[in-house]
């Protein structure tokens, strides 16, 4: 079987490359966190992590000429290198294969593709190193307080409210339905007020300035569960607020 790659926006097709093996875990790495404690039998369990995970692709090069062949593997060469900031940091880019055209990953390549047998055998590897261990859908879902997540994993979401009574209002309490996490910032707040939480950033802003010193200590930051979720806000939503929710699916 063979499969097509797409990597910063550009095909593996580009490069004459046929994607012979896609190694991908069924899940990510998850490590056990535990606590010896002297004299105790065992050890004691704290939490599991999940962590990034590696992603092999092996791949043939379509040429029987030699000099094509060193052409398109200095061409790879190029399109593989990581995209790394001012700091020297590398850049998780998009990564889709064809058999899962609707996700994609964020990945940088690393350490040694095997260039040399590649151009000796035509063929060779790239590891890909996912920092979040997680598919993504490629579009964003903008949704009510009350929706469905189509992933299998939790998801930060984006939590806009804007307010709509004349008078305003004096706070705003935002709040995942049977759990007890909420986010509470201290108003007042007048009508056309729009309040954004973040939660990926942990950033809240009221009309586009930073509001993170008005977010009440006993606030919690939650993810859209997968599955069915409802938020509720007080005041309610469709009396004082409207409420837009926009998140990105994932899947293990």
Known sequence: ??????????????????????????????????????????????????????????FALLTDDLEDMRDKVESLADWIRPVIDENNIPQAEELIFGDAPARKWLAYPVGQTPLDE?????RGYID????????????????????ENN??????????????????????????????????????????????FNK????????????RVDLHYGSRWFDIPAGDYEIVTTPVTGVDVATIVKFTERWR
């Open 200 to 211: 990926e950033t942990r950033l809240v802003t009221v009309d586009g300035t930073d509001a």
């Open 118 to 122: 590649a151009i000796k055998l035509g």
């Open 1 to 58: 079987m063979s499969y097509k790659m797409t990597y910063r926006g550009l095909t593996s097709d580009t490069y004459s490359l046929v994607i012979t093996h896609v190694n991908r875990s069924a899940g990510p790495y998850v490590e056990n966190i535990t606590v010896d404690i002297p004299r105790h039998a065992g050890s004691l369990p704290v939490r599991v992590d999940d962590r990034g995970r590696l992603i092999r692709v092996d």
């Open 151 to 196: 992933g299998t994993e939790p998801t930060p979401p984006i939590i806009e409210v804007t307010v709509t009574k004349g008078a305003g209002i004096a706070d705003l309490k935002v709040q995942l339905d049977g759990t007890d996490k909420f986010l509470l910032i201290d108003g007042p707040f007048p009508d056309a007020t729009k309040i954004i």
């Open 128 to 147: 890909f190193f996912c920092p979040s261990p997680y598919a993504y859908a490629l579009s964003q879902e903008v949704k009510t307080v009350d929706g």
